[in-house]
């Protein structure tokens, strides 16, 4: 017979070592930790919303500069401060709250044709006068905007149309009072 190699006798397995004893461990700190971490994000947030904020209005204001200050803002103040006076007038778009619709019945049915809504207009009104007297007008309204043109083509028997203008309620009560005692009519601005 041949010889074959022989494996070595397997040996046995080693004894198990027990885990030797140690106290318990205490982590402390963990939701301090915790709250730190949170502060600090917050903080980030709040640091990165103020850079934000600030470079949008530095960019407005930079803008606003160069279209010749901010709506509503015609005189920049007293002495160039940026803050306007009392008696600055008021100019671009009111806040919508301040503003009404004014159905005003216009004289002349042709010009109303001319109009659409967002149109800016003068309303002025020109009083009858006695005869061979000359005709006083004045402005009543003076930019405001023409939110309807409704039936452009039905002309009322006396020759006039109706238009509706958003204007300040003040305004809108001169309107009136001076549609029911003149004769009414708009330029286009």
């Known amino acids: 017979m041949s ?5 070595p006798p397997p040996s046995p397995a080693p004894e198990p070592l027990g885990v030797p004893p140690f106290a318990p461990l205490h982590v402390g700190g963990g939701a301090q930790r915790l709250r ?20 949008l209005a530095a960019s ?13 803002q015609e005189a920049r103040g007293a002495a160039g401060t940026g803050v306007p006076t009392a008696a600055a007038p008021r100019r671009g778009p009111r806040p919508a709250a301040d503003l009404v619709s004014a159905p005003v019945r216009i004289a002349d049915a042709a010009t109303v044709r001319l109009l659409r809504p967002g149109d800016r207009v003068d309303v ?11 005709v006083e007008a004045k402005v009543v309204a ?27 309620r003040a305004t809108a009560t001169q309107l009136a009072g001076a549609g029911a005692t003149a004769r009414l009519a708009v330029t286009m601005c």
């Open 142 to 168: 003076s930019g405001v905007r023409v939110t309807e043109v409704p039936g452009a083509g039905d002309d009322s028997p006396d020759g006039g149309a109706l238009i509706v203008l958003s204007v300040p």
């Open 3 to 7: 010889s074959l190699p022989s494996s």
């Open 60 to 72: 407005t204001a930079r803008g606003a500069d160069a279209l010749g200050g901010l709506p509503g």
């Open 36 to 55: 730190r971490a949170l502060w600090r994000q917050r903080r980030t947030m709040a640091a990165g919303l103020a850079v934000t904020a600030a470079a």
């Open 124 to 134: 002025i009104a020109a009083a009858d006068s006695p005869a061979g007297d000359p």
